[in-house]
């Protein structure tokens, strides 16, 4: 029953956040252990890049909070030198807190603007 309440308030965000060539949306994906972020072009139907905590495993010895804030990082790095700075956040159905919340500080630490 979770799943499909987030999957229903996953689409209900969909309906108003959608990226475009000008500001792609940036997308969260949190499971029990991992935390992913996608910059995705709409228009397009095309994921321009990704990040996710699955690959790295100096990752893996870090707190969940710590993880999420790094990728966060990351997403934001690999966006600048793709030369996106403005993006539309896509909590995909989560609450905006914890990892999410983190994920989204350190981004925007680190030059995106939303």
């Known amino acids: 029953m979770k799943l499909i309440g ?6 209900r965000i969909h309906k108003k956040v959608r990226g475009t ?5 940036l997308c969260v994906f949190r499971s ?7 910059i995705i072009d709409d228009s397009q ?9 699955v690959a790295d495993k100096a990752l893996a010895k870090k707190k969940k909070n710590e993880v999420a804030v790094e990728v966060g990082r990351r997403i934001a790095k690999v966006a600048m030198d793709k030369g ?5 956040f896509d ?4 609450r905006f807190h914890g ?3 983190a994920l989204a500080d350190s981004a925007r630490e680190a030059g995106l603007k939303f």
Do not use: L, M, T
């Not at 060539?21 to 949306?25: L, M």
């Not at 996106?84 to 539309?88: C, D, E, N, R, Y």
């Not at 909590?91 to 989560?94: D, E, L, M, S, V």
């Open 91 to 94: 909590r995909a159905g989560y």
């Open 84 to 88: 996106i700075k403005k993006v539309a």
């Open 21 to 25: 060539s000008e500001r792609p949306r």
């Open 99 to 101: 990892r999410v919340k």
């Open 6 to 11: 987030r999957k229903r308030r996953h689409v």
């Open 45 to 53: 139907r095309k994921v321009i890049c990704g990040v996710s905590s």
């Open 32 to 38: 029990n252990r991992h935390i992913s972020a996608q």
